[in-house]
C-alpha cells in the first residue's frame, strides 16, 4: 500500500448544471421568481386578466399551432410551480387592489355600466336582441325599476275583528 493520496476521479460541480431546470440554451436567464422573459410575460398576463391562451400567444411563438395546441400550450406553462406561484401572487396582488378600488369607487362604477348599457341600446350597428337585452338590463337597475313588480299593502283599519264586529253591530242599531 502506498500513502499517497486518493484522488477524486468526478469534479465536483454545482447542482444546477449537473441537474439543470432547464435545457442548456434555452430559456434565458431567470428573474427573481425563478421565471424566464417569456414565462414572467405569461404569468403577468394571466395575472392581469388575459385567459391563458391569450397569454400564451402574447408570451410564445405560436405559428403552426391550432387552438388546442395554444390551449395545451397555456395550460401546461401555468403548470409549472414557478410560473403558478407568480400567478397566483399576480392574482392575488390585483384582487385586493381591485377590490379597494371598487369599494372607493363604487359610484363610478355603477355610472360607467349604466352609461355602456346606455351606448349599446342606442348603437344601430348592434343586433336587435344585443340593443333590447341593453334595455332589459337597464330597466332591472335598481334605480330605474321598470321591471320590478310593486305590492302596497295598505292598512285601513287596525282594529281586531271582534272590534270591528262590534262597530258593525253599533251602526246598524243606530240605522234601524
Not at 330605474?144 to 262590534?166: H, L, M
Request: hydrophobic share 40%.
Amino acid at each position: 500500500m502506498s500513502d499517497t493520496p486518493i484522488q477524486p476521479s468526478v469534479s465536483v460541480a454545482p447542482i444546477s448544471t449537473v441537474l439543470p431546470f432547464r435545457q442548456p440554451g434555452r430559456g434565458g436567464p431567470l428573474n427573481e421568481h425563478g421565471l424566464s422573459a417569456k414565462e414572467e410575460l405569461f404569468a403577468q398576463s394571466v395575472g392581469g386578466g388575459s385567459t391563458k391562451s391569450d397569454a400564451y400567444r402574447k408570451a410564445y411563438t405560436t405559428s403552426g399551432l391550432n387552438a388546442t395546441g395554444i390551449w395545451h400550450g397555456g395550460y401546461t406553462v401555468a403548470r409549472r410551480p414557478a410560473v403558478a406561484a407568480r400567478i397566483a401572487q399576480l392574482t392575488g396582488e390585483r384582487n385586493v387592489s381591485d377590490a379597494a378600488a371598487l369599494l372607493h369607487d363604487s359610484a363610478r362604477a355603477k355610472s360607467y355600466i349604466v352609461e355602456r348599457l346606455w351606448i349599446e341600446s342606442s348603437d344601430s350597428t348592434n343586433k336587435p336582441a344585443e340593443r333590447l337585452k341593453a334595455l332589459e338590463l337597464l330597466g332591472k337597475l335598481e334605480h330605474v325599476a321598470a321591471f320590478r313588480e310593486r305590492t302596497e299593502t295598505v292598512t285601513i283599519d287596525a282594529r281586531s275583528p271582534v272590534e270591528i264586529q262590534a262597530r258593525i253591530a253599533e251602526l246598524l242599531k243606530q240605522a234601524g
